[in-house]
């Protein structure tokens, strides 16, 4: 789970951790926020804000920043970003940015030579750690003793000529973000913001990941990213994808309802650290060692998987890194300068990285610490010199005021009118989780618009929970044009209603302008049925390949009651598991009992498609290509499992289960009044992960791993997507790990 603590009271006074002001989907809307409280703002409320050596930010400040949303606002809010220079000017401000991976060691060592390294104080540190925490209690999810120790160690460390306050901790796992500010700094920090993306097995995991913190300071909008990519040296393209998820799923709440969420790349500086894991590619070890004895970095870094993705523009597109002048900082012996002398014997990589994207940024150094020994890692720092852009009151006010005098003339315009490009879409043979976009364009008139698609009568959203509008309101200046996707995406929550003909790729999006007309856009298709999503029982009933029935047939199937018993009727004799778990788990007994990692380390999404296309058509022969990775057949069957509309123990039995764990004949008891079908599957899973089990010298499984991956899918709350409590998952691991360690 993530973790947002403070140490400080500067962020426990902000609602929820999130902003003062308004956050925005572009950087205009965003800016501006800012500047509309600014007239309100005196400087005796701003000294409210320093008190003694911590920083807070007083209640009066946080009511005086309370928004006021409308479409004049947001007029106004996007006129003054076109003017911004017209009452602005540029101030450097020196940033340090750090990177570790502490390898699950408490901190041994002072941090000053990383942090304090500097003869000039910096202005802002921003300070990123990987594996903070390498136990399996952290691996899911609990609380880890060693976050206060690294932030007490760094707070300890912090440049000796100024005082700071911490603004903002976010952790997930083994990651974790920092950000501290020079006090007299703190007034003009806003929109605190701290989101985390887990990126591990099943995309949520978080062992691997990303978290952020993004912040305005004066007039400027910036994001720190702190990510653990996906390790191994053949895994490049998982990286890849990490990135893209972390892009992608990282989004940050406002509070002006009006405007969608801030994603990394609607920032003015983005600041990206972390162990990012490129290694060094074709090199022997031996020949990777000799150029670093040599000194010879610059015919090293060519062979730098980093800089061959990003060459290939697969990664950090528009992103800078500085010159890489020091030695790989991985991998070491614990406590020494010596390379990885353990069997292994990794070859050294610059896998802790620090890259840049923004205007008026000057690196100023890049570089390890090769004297912190604590962990296999060095730590890295790099120090900036940032421009941001700091407001003139005077002529802010004057801005103002002639936005507003023009504004007064333009209130009684004519009623917005906008044209669309398109307003029929239809997606073709969509997927189980396969995403399908189509788009369209807004085209403005001459009056400035607010558009938002609104709930038809009598419904609870704007589209169905397969469809989303990205973006789903906003704002049009005159003569403005925006794009649109419509984003289409069948999950565990959609699948079986659309394989049953319960629900159809069908909808009707309404588009309303505000003081203006409504736009229908209409959007079809036609779904093809997978196995993901459909019962066990309706499984068992499919002796042919889902794609190979016709829809009436798996419509039918699908809707049969789940206590059916073959009864001799018109059903043919079932089959005792579903064919298609027993092709995912026969695959893994043949390949992956050894496999290290298994079911920790997620595989590839495309991968991923390609066995969900052999499972639906029957070709499993293609299942077995060289390239289908032992890691993405092991998460096809944990999403398989999760996507199962009834769980293997079904939700009428889930109390009962969490009553008797612990004892192993009343557990039994429970699993034998299961559903034939149900109590074959899970029989049958027990027996694999015991055949696991078997050969966990070589894939460093335990019982305790399998039972909390396991135990959260085979056994679901029946209320459905409400968190559970800790109390509650550790039953539902207790419940598996007795029949992990007892014979049938």
Same mark, same amino acid.
């Given at each position: 789970?993530?973790?947002?603590?403070?140490?400080?009271?500067?962020?426990?006074?902000?609602?929820?951790?999130?902003?003062?002001?308004?956050?925005?989907?572009?950087?205009?809307?965003?800016?501006?926020?800012?500047?509309?409280?600014?007239?309100?703002?005196?400087?005796?409320?701003?000294?409210?804000?320093?008190?003694?050596?911590?920083?807070?930010?007083?209640?009066?400040?946080?009511?005086?920043?309370?928004?006021?949303?409308?479409?004049?606002?947001?007029?106004?809010?996007?006129?003054?970003?076109?003017?911004?220079? &017209?009452?602005?000017?540029?101030?450097?401000?020196?940033?340090?940015?750090?990177?570790?991976? !502490?390898?699950?060691?408490?901190?041994?060592?002072?941090?000053?030579?990383?942090?304090?390294?500097?003869?000039?104080?910096?202005?802002?540190?921003?300070?990123?750690?990987?594996?903070?925490?390498?136990?399996?209690? *952290?691996?899911?999810?609990?609380?880890?003793?060693?976050?206060?120790?690294?932030?007490?160690?760094?707070?300890?460390?912090?440049?000796?000529?100024?005082?700071?306050?911490?603004?903002?901790?976010?952790?997930?796992?083994?990651?974790?973000?920092?950000?501290?500010?020079?006090?007299?700094?703190?007034?003009?920090?806003?929109?605190?913001?701290?989101?985390?993306?887990?990126?591990?097995?099943?995309?949520?995991?978080?062992?691997?990941?990303?978290?952020?913190?993004?912040?305005?300071?004066?007039?400027?909008?910036?994001?720190? !990213?702190?990510?653990?990519?996906?390790?191994?040296?053949?895994?490049?393209?998982?990286?890849?994808?990490?990135?893209?998820?972390?892009?992608?799923?990282?989004?940050?709440?406002?509070?002006?309802?009006?405007?969608?969420?801030?994603?990394?790349?609607?920032?003015?500086?983005?600041?990206?650290?972390?162990?990012?894991?490129?290694?060094?590619?074709?090199?022997?070890?031996?020949?990777?060692?000799?150029?670093?004895?040599?000194?010879?970095?610059?015919?090293?870094?060519?062979?730098?998987?980093?800089?061959?993705?990003?060459?290939?523009?697969?990664?950090?597109?528009?992103?800078?890194?500085?010159?890489?002048?020091?030695?790989?900082?991985?991998?070491?012996?614990?406590?020494?300068?010596?390379?990885?002398?353990?069997?292994?014997?990794?070859?050294?990589?610059?896998? &802790?990285?620090?890259?840049?994207?923004?205007?008026?940024?000057?690196?100023?150094?890049?570089?390890?610490?090769?004297?912190?020994?604590?962990?296999?890692?060095?730590?890295?720092?790099?120090?900036?010199?940032?421009?941001?852009?700091?407001?003139?009151?005077?002529?802010?006010?004057?801005?103002?005021?002639?936005?507003?005098?023009?504004?007064?003339?333009?209130?009684?315009?004519?009623?917005?009118?906008?044209?669309?490009?398109?307003?029929?879409?239809?997606?073709?043979?969509?997927?189980?989780?396969?995403?399908?976009?189509?788009?369209?364009?807004?085209?403005?008139?001459?009056?400035?618009?607010?558009?938002?698609?609104?709930?038809?009568?009598?419904?609870?959203?704007?589209?169905?929970?397969?469809?989303?509008?990205?973006?789903?309101?906003?704002?049009?200046?005159?003569?403005?044009?925006?794009?649109?996707?419509?984003?289409?995406?069948?999950?565990?929550?959609?699948?079986?209603?659309?394989?049953?003909?319960?629900?159809?790729?069908?909808?009707?999006?309404?588009?309303?302008?505000?003081?203006?007309?409504?736009?229908?856009?209409?959007?079809?298709?036609?779904?093809?049925?997978?196995?993901?999503?459909?019962?066990?029982?309706?499984?068992?009933?499919?002796?042919?390949?889902?794609? &190979?029935?016709?829809?009436?047939?798996?419509?039918?199937?699908?809707?049969?009651?789940?206590?059916?018993?073959?009864?001799?009727?018109?059903?043919?004799?079932?089959?005792?598991?579903?064919?298609?778990?027993?092709?995912?788990?026969?695959?893994?007994?043949?390949?992956?009992?050894?496999?290290?990692?298994?079911?920790?380390?997620?595989?590839?999404?495309?991968?991923?498609?390609?066995?969900?296309?052999?499972?639906?058509?029957?070709?499993?022969?293609?299942?077995?290509?060289?390239?289908?990775?032992?890691?993405?057949?092991?998460?096809?069957?944990?999403?398989?499992?999760?996507?199962?509309?009834?769980?293997?123990?079904?939700?009428? *039995?889930?109390?009962?289960?969490?009553?008797?764990?612990?004892?192993?004949?009343?557990?039994?008891?429970?699993?034998?009044?299961?559903?034939?079908?149900?109590?074959?599957?899970?029989?049958?899973?027990?027996?694999?992960?015991?055949?696991?089990?078997?050969?966990?010298?070589?894939?460093?499984?335990?019982?305790?791993?399998?039972?909390?991956?396991?135990?959260?899918?085979?056994?679901?709350?029946?209320?459905?997507?409400?968190?559970?409590?800790? !109390?509650?998952?550790?039953?539902?691991?207790?419940?598996?790990?007795?029949?992990?360690?007892?014979?049938?």
């Amino acid at each position: 789970m993530a973790t947002e603590k403070g140490g400080s009271h500067f962020d426990d006074l902000r609602p929820n951790g999130k902003g003062l002001l308004v956050d925005q989907s572009s950087r205009g809307q965003e800016k501006a926020g800012n500047l509309l409280t600014r007239q309100t703002k005196s400087k005796s409320e701003i000294n409210d804000m320093v008190r003694s050596s911590t920083i807070t930010v007083s209640d009066k400040a946080h009511i005086l920043t309370m928004q006021k949303f409308g479409l004049r606002d947001t007029i106004v809010k996007s006129r003054l970003v076109q003017k911004e220079e &017209d009452y602005t000017y540029i101030q450097n401000f020196r940033f340090f940015v750090g990177t570790y991976n !502490v390898n699950g060691q408490s901190p041994k060592e002072c941090l000053q030579p990383w942090l304090s390294h500097s003869i000039q104080a910096p202005d802002v540190y921003c300070i990123g750690f990987q594996e903070l925490d390498l136990s399996k209690e *952290a691996f899911f999810f609990h609380d880890t003793p060693k976050e206060e120790e690294w932030f007490k160690a760094v707070s300890e460390s912090l440049h000796p000529d100024a005082k700071y306050a911490k603004v903002k901790l976010i952790r997930l796992v083994g990651i974790m973000l920092l950000l501290y500010v020079k006090e007299e700094h703190a007034a003009h920090i806003s929109e605190v913001g701290a989101e985390t993306v887990g990126t591990g097995i099943m995309g949520r995991m978080g062992n691997k990941g990303g978290v952020a913190i993004r912040f305005q300071f004066h007039n400027t909008s910036i994001c720190v !990213v702190n990510s653990h990519l996906a390790a191994h040296t053949e895994e490049y393209e998982r990286r890849n994808q990490d990135y893209k998820d972390i892009c992608s799923r990282m989004q940050f709440c406002h509070v002006d309802p009006s405007l969608p969420p801030l994603t990394i790349s609607k920032h003015d500086v983005i600041l990206w650290l972390g162990d990012l894991n490129y290694r060094i590619e074709e090199l022997e070890v031996e020949k990777v060692k000799k150029l670093i004895e040599e000194k010879d970095f610059q015919t090293l870094y060519a062979y730098d998987q980093l800089k061959t993705q990003v060459a290939a523009k697969a990664v950090f597109e528009g992103f800078t890194e500085g010159g890489l002048t020091f030695q790989p900082t991985y991998k070491y012996d614990t406590g020494s300068d010596e390379w990885d002398t353990s069997e292994k014997c990794r070859a050294p990589a610059w896998c &802790d990285r620090i890259l840049w994207k923004g205007k008026n940024i000057t690196q100023l150094s890049y570089q390890s610490h090769m004297a912190l020994k604590t962990s296999d890692h060095k730590p890295v720092s790099s120090v900036f010199d940032i421009g941001v852009r700091v407001v003139k009151e005077e002529l802010y006010r004057k801005t103002l005021e002639e936005i507003v005098r023009s504004l007064d003339k333009m209130e009684n315009a004519n009623i917005p009118s906008v044209s669309l490009s398109k307003r029929e879409f239809y997606f073709q043979n969509v997927k189980y989780m396969q995403l399908r976009v189509e788009s369209f364009t807004i085209h403005n008139g001459q009056v400035p618009c607010q558009f938002e698609f609104i709930n038809k009568p009598d419904e609870k959203s704007y589209c169905k929970q397969w469809l989303n509008a990205n973006p789903s309101k906003g704002f049009l200046l005159p003569d403005a044009a925006m794009d649109i996707d419509l984003e289409l995406f069948v999950n565990k929550t959609t699948a079986t209603k659309l394989n049953s003909g319960e629900d159809k790729i069908e909808d009707i999006l309404v588009l309303h302008l505000e003081r203006g007309k409504d736009y229908f856009l209409s959007v079809s298709g036609n779904y093809l049925p997978s196995c993901f999503g459909t019962p066990i029982h309706t499984l068992c009933y499919m002796r042919e390949p889902i794609s &190979d029935l016709s829809l009436e047939t798996v419509r039918e199937l699908t809707l049969m009651p789940l206590w059916t018993e073959d009864d001799g009727s018109h059903l043919e004799n079932p089959l005792e598991i579903p064919k298609e778990l027993w092709i995912m788990v026969d695959y893994l007994y043949r390949n992956a009992v050894q496999q290290e990692d298994l079911f920790q380390q997620p595989g590839l999404r495309l991968e991923f498609e390609h066995i969900r296309d052999c499972l639906d058509t029957g070709m499993i022969e293609t299942l077995s290509n060289p390239s289908t990775s032992n890691h993405s057949v092991a998460e096809a069957l944990l999403l398989f499992l999760e996507s199962l509309p009834e769980p293997v123990i079904c939700y009428s *039995a889930y109390h009962n289960c969490l009553e008797c764990s612990g004892n192993y004949t009343a557990s039994k008891q429970v699993i034998s009044t299961l559903p034939t079908f149900h109590k074959n599957v899970f029989h049958y899973l027990m027996a694999f992960l015991q055949e696991l089990l078997k050969n966990s010298a070589k894939n460093h499984l335990d019982e305790n791993i399998l039972a909390s991956i396991f135990g959260s899918l085979l056994l679901r709350n029946p209320a459905g997507q409400q968190k559970l409590e800790m !109390v509650e998952k550790k039953k539902a691991q207790e419940f598996i790990h007795q029949f992990l360690c007892n014979s049938p």
